[in-house]
């Protein structure tokens, strides 16, 4: 135990950094094991449509969306979401819905948002159109 402490007192700066790393860990594991979205892989996303009929939601930009997407999403833009406009996802708010964005980031900021807005069953694509692509899973490029 000693050992630690003269750890500490000869590296602050490194001592505040692991410290902060562990609080972050802790912060982001509680998170997601409370969160009501959960993440989904490939396989999983492509059984919640052909068995739920689960939508997917591609927040991408318009050009973004456009260069490819996945078979049958609708576009919807992050900013609308924010401003609690995608009135085109209203008439899915019991159905399974699914986030999808460039890497699987800003698609679970917003499933925390539809989850808030009172959507009941929202996933996020984990890895977003990346890990689809990677996949070589069928995209459609064009429309809208």
């Known amino acids: 135990m000693q050992e630690y402490i003269e750890f500490f007192q000869a590296n602050p700066v490194l001592s505040i950094a692991w410290v902060g790393l562990f609080v972050a860990v802790v912060v982001m594991t509680i998170k997601s094991a409370t969160s009501k979205v959960s993440n989904v892989n490939t396989q999983e996303l492509t059984m919640l449509m052909n068995k739920q009929g689960a939508k997917v939601v591609d927040v991408r930009s318009q050009d973004d969306y456009r260069k490819g997407h996945i078979v049958d999403a609708i576009h919807v833009p992050l900013a ?18 699914i986030t999808v964005c460039a890497a699987g ?3 679970s900021q917003a499933a ?7 959507f009941e069953n929202v996933h996020n694509l984990k890895g977003g159109m990346g890990d689809w692509q990677a996949a070589n899973l069928p995209v459609v490029k064009g429309k809208k």
């Open 105 to 107: 980031m800003t698609s």
């Open 80 to 97: 609308e979401i924010k401003n609690n406009k995608a009135t085109a996802l209203e008439k899915f708010k019991t159905s399974p819905i």
């Open 112 to 118: 925390q948002l539809l989850v808030a807005q009172g």
